[in-house]
């Protein structure tokens, strides 16, 4: 299998070209060897990319434990610089297939040193059952109660659900141990993306992710997205914001005119290779 190892914000992905959506399930079953950072090639997920009938591309995104999430922000940036460096783009525009529906990747700077790609993620969602969370109510200032500790956070889906929590000092934070209960808390029946937020001022803010199938990562664009909204559902910033991740910087803008958010971060190749499937059934 060829591969390209591409990274955004420190999210870092295997790439490789897949002639049909229904090919891509043989792959899967090989996700969590070839993202072992100790018995594969390392990374926070598979992602494969082939050509759409509908669409320039599909991509499918599978998570370090073999899970396939619906979207991936860092990963559809890194996506729409593969499908460009290809020439499978119509100018520097892209539309995406992904399970959460339609995407569209625009580049907006590209020379050797640094490649920037803009995506329009769509609109926010932010009914209960459509996150999906169970219970009834607003999602806004919602109570989860884990061992010795009660939380309040709001609920975001941007193509696959979220839960931010706002906090006085992340780094303070027990990441790796918070993250994991909220994740499979009996409120979340596809489980969730759980974002920790200190809101610097009104543009900026730091966030660091727990995520769905993979833990702590250096980066989410979903979870900064979600991070957005959920601070201008609380009053706490205005509608643009960088977001400050252990991995870099994103900059997220919802758009009041049509209800879009919109990502921007950088995509960067750290390297190309071959791996031998065959000999892998063994990892299996």
Known sequence: MDF????????????????SWEEADHLQTYAQWLCHRNFGIGADGLITIGPDPEMDVFMRIFN???SEPEMCGNGI???????????????????VHTLAG??????????ERFFQVKVDMGEPVLERAHIPMDGEGPVVGVQVNIPQQSLMGTAVSMGNPHFVVFVDDVNQIPVSEWGPLLERHAFFPARTNVEFVQVLDEGEMIMRVWERGAGIT??????????????????RCGRTAVVHLLGGDLHIHWNE???????????????SGQ???DGMS???
Not at 219 to 224: D, I, N, Q, R
Not at 257 to 271: C, I, L, R, T
Request: proline content about 3%.
């Open 4 to 19: 390209v190892k591409m990274q955004g914000a420190g999210n870092d992905f295997i790439i490789t070209w897949i002639e």
């Open 64 to 66: 370090a434990d073999g």
């Open 77 to 95: 940036r890194c996506v729409a610089r593969y499908a460009y460096q290809l020439g499978m783009t119509h100018g520097k525009r892209l539309s």
């Open 102 to 111: 339609p995407r569209y990747p625009e580049i907006i700077l590209e020379d």
């Open 218 to 235: 250096l980066a989410c664009g979903t979870g900064a997205c979600a991070s957005l909204v959920a601070c201008v559902l609380n009053h």
């Open 257 to 271: 005119e049509d209800n879009h958010v919109y990502m921007s971060g950088p995509a960067e190749e750290v390297f």
């Open 275 to 277: 791996v031998d499937l």
């Open 282 to 284: 063994r990892f299996k």
